[in-house]
T-cell receptor, first 117, second 114 residues
Framework: GAVVSQHPSRVICKSGTSVKIECRSLDFQATTMFWYRQFPKQSLMLMAT?????????EQGVEKDKFLINHASLTLSTLTVTSAHPEDSSFYIC?????????????FGPGTRLTVT | AQSVTQPDIHITVSEGASLELRCNYSYGATPYLFWYVQSPGQGLQLLLK??????LVQGIKGFEAEFKRSQSSFNLRKPSVHWSDAAEYFCAVGAGNQGGKLIFGQGTELSVKP
């Protein structure tokens, strides 16, 4: 498998502030990374596909101005939750794919628990 | 539209008993199919995958799954469950023509009785 890290693992922030979550592919260069959101006891919902050097592709219903994604290098993608509100509290998970376009197997990070107070 | 259904939200089995977790998918073409396991506080780990070829696929930790096109199913099985198998299990379908997007089922929580 592949090693994917996320930082921080847990974060608590106040309503109205912004939070940045990092996703790193530690042992291979990933042209495509994915960001998911998981509510308690629920499934993973794809938020966006992050492509190195280009704009992210957001899923329907996901606010791109609220969830800013930057894939600045082949090993790092960041998700910034802007002007966070309590309803943004969730578990955010990233994944990376070895293959161009994100095809095939994805390797997942351990997730980041965001709590907005 | 693609979808994945895991009919069982929670299953409890005794240690040493056999296990089958159900997964049904909806997709027009031949899908890529995956089973992932998520333990508390940990990321998703791939158990096995089906892309093509032999419809019975072997995975890690003694798991296997069988792709049945006629039933649109990809059920996960294990002949003898261990206490360490207690976790959340997710079935997912991927579409090659959609840039590798994965659609996940709702998940099945497995509890193992001693």
């Amino acid at each position: 498998g592949a090693v994917v890290s996320q930082h921080p693992s847990r974060v608590i922030c106040k309503s109205g502030t912004s939070v940045k979550i990092e996703c790193r592919s530690l042992d291979f260069q990933a042209t495509t990374m994915f960001w998911y959101r998981q509510f308690p006891k629920q499934s993973l919902m794809l938020m966006a596909t992050s492509n190195e050097g280009s704009k992210a592709t957001y899923e329907q219903g996901v606010e791109k101005d609220k969830f800013l994604i930057n894939h600045a290098s082949l090993t790092l993608s960041t998700l910034t939750v802007t002007s966070a509100h309590p309803e943004d509290s969730s578990f955010y998970i990233c994944s990376v794919s070895r293959l161009a376009g994100g095809l095939g197997e994805q390797y997942f990070g351990p997730g980041t628990r965001l709590t907005v107070t | 539209a693609q979808s994945v259904t895991q009919p069982d939200i929670h299953i409890t089995v005794s240690e040493g008993a056999s296990l089958e977790l159900r997964c049904n998918y909806s997709y027009g073409a031949t899908p890529y199919l995956f089973w992932y396991v998520q333990s508390p506080g940990q990321g998703l780990q791939l158990l096995l995958k089906y892309f093509s070829g032999d419809t019975l696929v072997q995975g890690i930790k003694g798991f296997e799954a069988e792709f049945k096109r006629s039933q649109s199913s990809f059920n996960l099985r294990k002949p003898s469950v261990h206490w360490s198998d207690a976790a959340e299990y997710f079935c997912a379908v991927g579409a090659g023509n959609q840039g590798g997007k994965l659609i996940f089922g709702q998940g099945t929580e497995l509890s193992v009785k001693p």
